[in-house]
């Protein structure tokens, strides 16, 4: 069975930083991309990151680029997201999900339950 | 950046079917994907590669795409699937994947 568990998340100030982390189980981890995907409070999904299976290849959305790092240890079965120079507007529920294969360019056939960033001012 | 339009909400009798509309430009010539998420759950895909489903979704959920619209179409629809409803696809041109702001299913 396919597990995404999300840990990291918590209250912030502006400014701040946190690492976001999903330990993955129940598949082979390096065979698959993995994606960051965020819900500000009543708002839609909107992506914000994804990495190849061998962490080789990284996108960012607009929003996070330069502030955001996703990275991945796949000894480990777990995947990250360092988050800095946190701004109101990055408060969210973020959620990791797996995608379809290798590739970054697919679909998100698991997510996990997501952690709260709260950013304050 | 490429754009995804949903209408923000849909209403539906039980029994009838319901259609959600992702529009995009020649959004036809892309893979579409779809989630379902309920309140306070995290999203469940219901339909990658514009219209295969995943095992454990029912028959009622279909997709198809074409043109400039993509389409999800749930068939005799129940109570339980009131949701929000996104597509997704992804956009070579910027590398980035695009989510659509999403439907809001009411069951009347």
């Known amino acids: 069975e396919v597990q995404l568990l999300e840990s990291g998340g918590g209250l912030v100030q502006r400014g701040g930083s946190l690492r976001l982390s999903c330990a993955a189980s129940?598949?082979?981890?390096?065979?698959?991309?993995m994606t960051w995907v965020r819900q500000a409070p009543g708002k839609g999904l909107e992506w914000v990151s994804v990495?190849?299976?061998?962490?080789?290849?990284?996108y960012y959305a607009e929003s996070v680029k330069g502030r955001f790092t996703i990275s991945r240890d796949n000894s480990k079965n777990t995947l990250y997201l360092q988050v800095n120079s946190l701004r109101a507007e990055d408060t969210a529920v973020y959620y990791c999900?797996?995608?379809?294969?290798?590739?970054?360019?697919?679909?998100?056939?698991?997510w996990g339950q997501g952690t709260l960033v709260t950013v304050s001012s | 950046s490429y754009v995804l339009t949903q209408p923000p909400s849909v209403s539906v009798a039980p029994g009838e079917t319901a259609r959600i509309t992702c529009e995009g430009n020649?959004?036809?010539?892309?893979?579409v994907h779809w989630y379902q998420q309920k309140p306070a759950q995290a999203p469940v895909m219901v339909i990658y590669?514009?219209?295969d489903r995943p095992s454990g979704i029912p028959e009622r959920f279909s997709g198809s795409n074409s043109g400039n619209t993509a389409t999800l179409t749930i068939s005799r629809v129940e109570a339980g699937d009131e949701a929000d409803y996104y597509c997704?696809?992804?956009?070579?041109?910027?590398?980035?994947?695009?989510f659509g702001g999403g439907t809001k299913l009411t069951v009347l």
């Open positions: 999900a797996k995608a379809g294969s290798s590739g970054v360019a697919n679909f998100l056939d698991y």
């Open positions: 020649n959004i036809g010539s892309k893979s």
């Open positions: 590669y514009d219209s």
């Open positions: 129940g598949f082979i981890f390096s065979s698959y991309a």
């Open positions: 997704q696809v992804w956009d070579s041109g910027s590398d980035h994947q695009m």
């Open positions: 990495i190849s299976g061998s962490g080789g290849t990284t």
